[in-house]
Structure formats: structure tokens, C-alpha cells
């Protein structure tokens, strides 16, 4: 197999298999749609949790300038020592339920589910003052953080899969419209590649990790930035004749004392 042969199949290799890989995960959120709840069960139950505690800890008098608020807001602080005790009591008590909660959240036989389900579609927005009276309502709100978080998650979850997926098909359709380009797409295909092997090593030694950068806002859209800079390198192979590709790899070659270049396309 000559150099350039080998070339090639390297390149659609990387595509075929980054494209299967992800599309696998993307289909699975569908297909078993509990895989995510098994998968990041960790993760759930303590990002649940800590939303639980946010919301205990936003507890506060509503503000207004009506002569009753102001009342309200003056009894507050006299009083604030004590209310904090009570909201620690209501957190133990929260605590308290929260393993039985989410037993049966997980059960799919349980009503629950499509409770919880049936308020996230309605936009229903649970508040934690209201459910204080029985372990029911705090059981019930703990399920609908629960619920909230695993669809969350999983919408998330599709966006990263759906990405990587398009970015690796992208990937493979551009080596074949543009066969004469292989060289300028191994960048891509290895900032593609070292991505992928990054979110390996993280699925299967750093899960919590992986799904923080797939469910944080900033770093999700600091990946998608990187996933939008390789974009912007195949839109320059199939548009601009790899001329700004051309440069980086001409760079980056010259850096490690390499007597080699390459041209645009």
C-alpha cells in the first residue's frame, strides 16, 4: 500500500468510525431511552440534589413595595436566626427523603414518572415553600428536580452526540469531493480524533467529568466552539482551497524543524 493510499484509508477510517461511534450514542437516547439515567446515575442524583439545596436556600420573603411586604421583610429579619433553623430542617428533612424518592422515580412501573414528565411538558415550575407540609409534596419535588435534570441531560447528550456524529460524516464526504485535499484534512480529522479519544478516556475513567463538560453551559459551548473551528477548517478546504489550512499546517511543520510543505488544493 503506497503512502497516499494508506493516506486515505487512515482519513475515512477516522470518519467512518467517529460517525458509528457517536451515532451509536445518539440512536441509544432513543432506543433505550434509560440509558442515561443508568449511565450518569451519579451525576443526576447529586446534581438533583444540589438543586434541592439551591432552592432551599433561595427561600426568601417575595419583594414588593406594599406596605405588607414591608411588614413581611421587617418580621424576616428580626426572626432571621430562627428561620435559618427551620430551613436546615427542612434540608434534613428533604435529605431524608431523597434516597426513597429516587428509588421510585427509577422504577419505570411508577406513576411518578409520568407525573413529572406530564408537568415538565406543561412548563410547571414546582416551588419548595408550597410543598412543605407533607413528606408527599417534598418527596414529589424532589422527583420533578430529578426528572428535570435527566431530560436536561439527555437533550444535552443528543446535541454532543448529533455534533460529533455531523462533524465525522463531514469529515468522510469532504475526503471524497475532495480527494486532492487528504493532507489538509488530517488536521481536522486529527483535532476530530484527539477530541474523541479524549471523551473515551473520560467515558470510561471520568464520567462525572464528561458529563459536566457535555451538561455545563460553558463548557458545552466552549466544545461546541472547538467543533465550530474544525467546521470552519473544511469549509476552507472545500471553498477556499485549504489556503488558511495550508498556512496552519506549514506552521506547525516549520515548528518542528520539518522539511516538508504543502500547497493549497
Not at 64 to 83: H, M, V
Not at 97 to 117: P, V, Y
Not at 203 to 225: D, K, M, R, V
Request: proline share 2%; charged share 20%; hydrophobic share 50%.
Amino acid at each position: 500500500m503506497d503512502e497516499s493510499t494508506a493516506r486515505n484509508v487512515t482519513l475515512r477510517s477516522i470518519g467512518i468510525a467517529g460517525a458509528v461511534l457517536f451515532s451509536f450514542f445518539f440512536v441509544l437516547t432513543y432506543l433505550t431511552p434509560t440509558w442515561v439515567e443508568e449511565f450518569a446515575s451519579d451525576y443526576i442524583e447529586r446534581e438533583a440534589t444540589d438543586r434541592v439545596d439551591d432552592s432551599i436556600d433561595a427561600i426568601q420573603v417575595p419583594g414588593s413595595d406594599s406596605a405588607l411586604a414591608r411588614l413581611a421583610q421587617s418580621i424576616y429579619e428580626k426572626n432571621e436566626a430562627q428561620i435559618e433553623v427551620r430551613r436546615e430542617q427542612l434540608r434534613a428533612n428533604v435529605h431524608k427523603s431523597i434516597a426513597a424518592a429516587l428509588a421510585q422515580i427509577r422504577d419505570l412501573d411508577c406513576e411518578c414518572r409520568e407525573k413529572t414528565e406530564k408537568w415538565l411538558k406543561e412548563g410547571f415550575e414546582t416551588d419548595i415553600r408550597f410543598l412543605q407540609a407533607t413528606n408527599e409534596r417534598i418527596v414529589e419535588f424532589v422527583q420533578y428536580k430529578y426528572t428535570t435534570v435527566v431530560q436536561e441531560l439527555k437533550r444535552d447528550i443528543r446535541i454532543f452526540t448529533a455534533s460529533n456524529a455531523a462533524a465525522f460524516l463531514l469529515l468522510l464526504l469532504v475526503s471524497f469531493l475532495k480527494p486532492r485535499a487528504m493532507v489538509h484534512l488530517f488536521l481536522p480529522g486529527v483535532l476530530l480524533a484527539a477530541s474523541t479519544l479524549v471523551c473515551t478516556y473520560f467515558y470510561i475513567f471520568e464520567q462525572n467529568w464528561l458529563l459536566t463538560i457535555i451538561h455545563s453551559e460553558y463548557l458545552g459551548f466552549a466544545y461546541l466552539g472547538w467543533l465550530g473551528f474544525v467546521f470552519l477548517l473544511f469549509c476552507d478546504v472545500v471553498m477556499n482551497h485549504a489556503r488558511i489550512t495550508t498556512e496552519i499546517v506549514n506552521a506547525f511543520l516549520n515548528a518542528v524543524g520539518s522539511a516538508l510543505s504543502v500547497v493549497p488544493c
